[in-house]
Every structure is written in structure tokens, then in C-alpha cells.
């Protein structure tokens, strides 16, 4: 096992993918509600662009940061040197190509969300599609962070020990500018585990 996967961050936020099922089945009860008061192009495209441009958008100009949870997010002067070369990582494995592709998956699966609203339309429990509409706005941009924020785990949780060696601990004075941290900054959130 490689050193730095001792992190219990990375494992955290790579699990995350685990909740992507529910956030998208909320989306479906959403396009589900009412009948649509768009053409279906156009209401795909209103909640494509609404639930996967910010969170591309926030991965690629500033990635999430995984010492996040939840509303808190630990202080940058806490942070260890190992946890700052995990952030040197993930600012060096970002890629266009891995986020585009996880832009795409998601608005294909949001194709197929739409077109198969029907099924779900008799148990939905929104009736109003306007409302149905922001429904599937927010929980389909839930979707997209619990989707890009696992796939850029996983790039890190791809180095091996030496590139993890080899990068230098981020500028603890940088990384409210360079990277998304959300919430109230505390000095810690989990216990520290025992070597």
C-alpha cells in the first residue's frame, strides 16, 4: 500500500461516489414532475449546463479541497506537509481531458434520465414542473460534484510513492487562493490516527 493512502481524506471523498446513485435519483423525480414546459432539448440543456459547468468549471480554475467536509474546512496552517503534497498532486494530475469525460458520462446519463421520465412520473412526489425542474437542477449539479470530486481522488490515489516523494508540500499561504474550500475553516475534523 502506498504511504500516502493512509490519508482518511482521500479515502472520504473517494467514497463519495457511493451517493451519486441517490443524488441522481432525485434528479429523475424531478424531470419526472408535471409536464414539461420546455421543448425536451431545451430543458436538457438548461439543466446540463446548470449542473455541470460550475462544478467543471470550480475542478479545473480551483479543485475542491478534500480537507473539507461537509460546512467545515480545516485551516491551511493545520495542514501537514504530507497533506500538502496531496494537494501538490491534485493540482499537478488535473486534466481536461479526465474532467471532460466525467462531464461526459454525466450529461449522457442525464439523456437517459430524461427519456426514460415517464416511468417514474405516476410516483414522483413533485407534481409542479417548474418546481420539478429546480429539483433536478440542484440535485443534478450534486450529482456532478459527487462524481468530479471522486474521479480526481482517484487520479491521486493512481501515484505512486516516489511521485508523492518527489512533490513538494503546497504553500500553505496559497491554497485558499488556488483551491475551493468551503464552509468554516476549523483546526481539525477528524481524530488523528495513531501510527
Known amino acids: 500500500m502506498r504511504a500516502f493512502w493512509a490519508d482518511?481524506?482521500?479515502?472520504?471523498?473517494?467514497a463519495g461516489i457511493a451517493v451519486l446513485p441517490l443524488w441522481l435519483i432525485l434528479c429523475f423525480l424531478g424531470l419526472a414532475a408535471g409536464d414539461p414546459i420546455l421543448p425536451s432539448?431545451?430543458?436538457?440543456?438548461?439543466?446540463a449546463i446548470a449542473g455541470i459547468a460550475p462544478i467543471v468549471w470550480m475542478q479545473w480554475?480551483?479543485?475542491f479541497c478534500i480537507y473539507s467536509l461537509?460546512?467545515?474546512?480545516?485551516?491551511?496552517?493545520?495542514?501537514t506537509e504530507d497533506q500538502r503534497r496531496i494537494l501538490t498532486l491534485f493540482q499537478?494530475?488535473?486534466s481536461p481531458i479526465f474532467i471532460g469525460v466525467g462531464a461526459g458520462v454525466a450529461f449522457l446519463i442525464?439523456?437517459?434520465l430524461y427519456a426514460s421520465a415517464s416511468l417514474v412520473a405516476p410516483v414522483t412526489p413533485?407534481?409542479?414542473?417548474?418546481?420539478?425542474?429546480v429539483v433536478a437542477i440542484v440535485s443534478?449539479?450534486?450529482a456532478n460534484l459527487f462524481l468530479q470530486v471522486p474521479l480526481s481522488v482517484l487520479k491521486v490515489l493512481l501515484a505512486s510513492d516516489s511521485d508523492f516523494e518527489q512533490a513538494a508540500p503546497y504553500d500553505a499561504t496559497a491554497i485558499a487562493q488556488k483551491f475551493f474550500e468551503p464552509g468554516l475553516k476549523v483546526t481539525k475534523i477528524l481524530p488523528t490516527l495513531s501510527d
Open 8 to 14: 482518511p481524506y482521500l479515502w472520504i471523498h473517494a
Open 41 to 47: 432539448g431545451l430543458e436538457i440543456l438548461v439543466v
Open 61 to 63: 480554475e480551483k479543485p
Open 70 to 79: 461537509l460546512a467545515v474546512s480545516l485551516k491551511s496552517s493545520e495542514l
Open 92 to 94: 499537478q494530475r488535473r
Open 110 to 112: 442525464l439523456k437517459q
Open 126 to 133: 413533485i407534481h409542479n414542473h417548474a418546481l420539478g425542474l
Open 140 to 142: 443534478f449539479l450534486a
